[in-house]
């Protein structure tokens, strides 16, 4: 027997309201969906502002060279700078999320640049489809958990 142990301390709850829990696959996807739209917006308006004539013109000119050469690069001063600095991108703070590692820390450098190049690899979003974990998640050994209340 424990002796450091005595009947006076209680045992604690298996769920404890001041801890952070993870977010739920639709809230990801929100996520997902909402910084894409900003990254599609942030993209249209630097392209408008420094080559309009290069401006996609209708839906399926969003594919141009142009546009894509700009989005992959915005893309990876978005998400690194976002969950480097604050641990969280914009879609992240309406969705009330951030990014932790397992011991509820700020993840480092390492972990959130592995985090963000393994959103360039192919089907990426799909990895969500099993357990709910994204490789980009799993890799960086990260988590997106809700705040607390």
């Given at each position: 027997m424990n002796s450091d142990f005595t009947d006076n301390e209680t045992a604690p709850t298996p769920f404890d309201e001041t801890m952070p829990t993870a977010a739920p696959g639709f809230i990801?996807?929100?996520?997902?969906?909402?910084?894409?739209?900003?990254?599609?917006?942030?993209?249209?308006i630097i392209i408008n502002s420094v080559a309009?004539?290069?401006?996609?013109?209708?839906?399926?000119?969003?594919?141009?060279?142009?546009?894509?050469?700009?989005?992959?690069?915005?893309?990876?001063?978005?998400?690194?700078?976002?969950?480097?600095?604050?641990?969280?991108?914009?879609?992240?703070v309406l969705t009330k999320t951030y990014v932790t590692t397992e011991f509820n820390e700020?993840?480092?450098?390492?972990a959130i640049f592995i985090r963000t190049l393994c959103r360039?690899?192919?089907?990426?979003?799909?990895s969500f489809l099993g357990n709910g974990i994204g490789w980009h998640d799993r890799l960086s050994k990260t988590y997106v958990?809700?705040?607390?209340k």
């Open positions: 990801r996807f929100i996520n997902y969906m909402l910084d894409c739209i900003l990254l599609a917006v942030i993209a249209s309009p004539e290069m401006m996609p013109k209708s839906f399926e000119d969003v594919s141009s060279g142009m546009f894509i050469s700009l989005l992959y690069p915005l893309q990876f001063v978005y998400y690194f700078g976002a969950e480097f600095f604050f641990g969280r991108t914009l879609a992240k700020k993840p480092g450098f390492t360039y690899i192919p089907f990426e979003y799909l958990v809700r705040n607390p």
